[in-house]
T-cell receptor, first 112, second 108 residues
Framework: DVKVTQSSRYLVKRTGEKVFLECVQD?????MFWYRQDPGLGLRLIYF???????EKGDIPEGYSVSREKKERFSLILESASTNQTSMYLC???????????FGQGTRLTVV | RKEVEQDPGPFNVPEGATVAFNCTYS??????FFWYRQDCRKEPKLLMS???SGNEDGRFTAQLNRASQYISLLIRDSKLSDSATYLC?????????FGPGTRLSVLP
């Protein structure tokens, strides 16, 4: 079974802190994604990566950056956390072609 | 413009009912489509892939109409455990675009 693991299930951070969310997948997938999910807004793509050291902005990249130094790991960075970044963050990975995406268990981030 | 729209819901149905969800997508170049199920406070999980005109898996049937850019999901003989939010997904290049989801509550 494909496994996508996010480093934390719940996280509470203070405004202005730098926050790292880590995601690891074990299926040698090329494509990895970071989404945030908010009530009424659905899943919104923040960043994605289709190869090591490659990254592309999604629909809402402002206030975020990403890092993909190794194929299995995709990190989301909140440079200076703000309260409007309180959300559920979901990492996903997908192989090449038209195959489905697999999600991590999600990180519920609260910025106070 | 990339967009996936779904029935707003929520759908409240009795056990044993048949329920259908509708989804439309705006990108005519989309080639792959999926239905995901998401339980409260959990991650989305794949329910069905829809690669050709449709797919059936037990009580679940998905249909694709490329001309109308429309996907549907039919659930027969609803169970209490079917209560969840159902997300329609279409690919947009290498990315997936998710619909906002339709919440289903199956009542005893």
């Amino acid at each position: 079974d494909v496994k996508v693991t996010q480093s934390s299930r719940y996280l509470v951070k203070r405004t202005g802190e730098k926050v790292f969310l880590e995601c690891v997948q074990d299926m040698d997938h090329e494509n990895m994604f970071w989404y945030r999910q908010d009530p009424g807004l659905g899943l919104r793509l923040i960043y994605f990566s289709y190869d090591v050291k490659m990254k592309e902005k999604g629909d809402i990249p402002e206030g975020y950056s990403v890092s993909r130094e190794k194929k299995e790991r995709f990190s989301l960075i909140l440079e200076s956390a703000s309260t409007n970044q309180t959300s559920m963050y979901l990492c996903a990975s997908r192989g090449g072609g038209l195959f489905e995406a697999f999600f991590g268990q999600g990180t519920r981030l609260t910025v106070v | 413009r990339k967009e996936v729209e779904q029935d707003p819901g929520p759908f409240n149905v009795p056990e044993g009912a048949t329920v259908a969800f509708n989804c439309t997508y705006s990108n005519s170049a989309s080639q792959s489509f999926f239905w995901y199920r998401q339980d409260c406070r959990k991650e989305p999980k794949l329910l069905m892939s829809v690669y050709s005109s449709g797919n059936e898996d037990g009580r679940f049937t998905a249909q694709l109409n490329r001309a109308s850019q429309y996907i549907s999901l039919l659930i027969r003989d609803s169970k209490l455990s079917d209560s969840a939010t159902y997300l329609c997904v279409a690919n947009y290049g290498q990315n997936f675009v998710f619909g906002p989801g339709t919440r289903l509550s199956v009542l005893p």
